[in-house]
Nanobody, 115 residues
């Protein structure tokens, strides 16, 4: 059974930082492209960042230069380092694992950026 468990969310002030983690189990992690998505209240889920099997990365324009995605295949974990956080980054952040037609989601972790 595939499980993706996000952690690291919480309340942070504007300009602050958080690091999200997603621990994967039940899959051959190194074969999967991994991603972070987010969904703000009243909005559709959107892509934040992705990292391929070969560790190539891609980011939404809104987070470029502030967020960094990385992976540790030995720990079956993907990370999202978020710096210079803004109120508009407030959302539930979801971890995604994808390989060809296989697509898995975590349950999400809430990030709230507010003073």
């Amino acid at each position: 059974q595939v499980q993706l468990e996000e952690s690291g969310g919480g309340l942070v002030q504007p300009g602050g930082s958080l690091r999200l983690s997603c621990a994967a189990s039940g899959l051959s992690f190194s074969f999967y492209a991994m991603g972070w998505y987010r969904q703000a209240p009243g909005k559709q889920r959107e892509l934040v960042a992705t990292i391929t099997r070969g560790s190539s990365t891609d980011y939404a324009d809104s987070v470029k230069g502030r967020f960094t995605i990385s992976r540790d295949n030995a720990k079956n974990t993907v990370y999202l380092q978020m710096n210079s956080l803004k109120p508009e980054d407030t959302a539930v952040y979801y971890c995604n694992a994808r390989e060809f037609t296989l697509n898995y989601w975590g349950k999400g972790t809430l990030v709230t950026v507010s003073s």
